[in-house]
């Protein structure tokens, strides 16, 4: 079945109260488009990185009492797992829609991967547009908007990357629910593709710092 698209009932699992009242809604409402997602863009993102890219939808098995406050299908050339790896995302908040690409903190190569960014980031810049948001934990929604960004503060979250254990990098758009749900399933897909297309120099980079 082709993706449909988002819609506010979507949005509003996140105001349900209860760990398994609230995974029960995400499991019938949300993971059925999330896995829709999962298995176009594998197949795009493969084609797109020259990686064999596999889908992994969040399935938030390790918690107990908190209920998730938000979800997401993730990309990565891992079959088994994409926390350690670079990679994609498309998900959702309550507030908002996001794609990412990320590289978080069980990411091995995060030091070698915010060094290729300090030496590279002067191209990169140029390649990656304004409205593009930032971000340094995954576990929030908080973004900043590169065009309120300067140059001290990329060199300042490059060099964290390389020396905090827990540091992280992420780089996509945030759209608002209220533009989400009014696309149709084709109109979010192509906006999804357009982004990862984007993104894809900070990919390529960190191919370089996987093999360096």
Same mark, same amino acid.
Request: glycine fraction near 4%; charge should be positive; proline fraction near 7%.
């Given at each position: 079945m082709d993706f449909k698209g988002f819609t506010n009932e979507d949005f509003d699992v996140f105001k349900i109260d209860g760990l398994d009242e609230r995974m029960e809604a995400l499991? &019938? =409402?949300?993971r059925p488009k999330l896995e829709q997602l999962g298995e176009k863009f594998a197949s795009e993102l493969s084609g797109? %990185? /020259?990686d064999e890219m596999f889908a992994h939808v969040a399935k938030h098995a390790r918690r107990s009492v908190n209920p #998730? +406050?938000? =979800?997401w299908v993730a990309f990565a050339s891992n079959k088994r797992g994409y926390k350690m790896l670079p990679h994609f995302q498309i /998900?959702?908040?309550? %507030? &908002?829609a996001f794609a990412w690409f990320a590289v978080i903190y069980e990411s091995p190569v995060k030091d070698q991967y915010g060094a290729e960014l300090a030496k590279n980031w002067t191209r @990169?810049?140029?390649q990656i547009p304004d409205h593009f948001v930032w971000s340094a934990d &995954? %576990? +929030?929604?908080?973004?900043?908007?590169?065009k309120d960004m300067s140059q001290k503060d990329f060199q300042k979250m490059f060099e964290?990357?390389?020396n905090v254990k827990k540091a992280e990098l992420l780089c996509g758009i945030k759209m608002d629910r209220e533009d989400a749900v009014k696309m149709s399933g084709k109109e979010f897909t192509d906006k999804m593709e357009e %982004?990862? +297309? =984007?993104? @894809? #120099?900070?990919?390529t980079i960190a191919q370089k710092a996987a093999v360096s």
């Open positions: 499991i &019938h =409402t949300v797109m %990185t /020259g #998730p +406050k938000d =979800t /998900g959702l908040w309550e %507030t &908002h @990169l810049r140029s &995954h %576990t +929030k929604p908080e973004v900043t908007v590169q964290r990357l390389q %982004t990862f +297309k =984007t993104l @894809l #120099p900070l990919y």
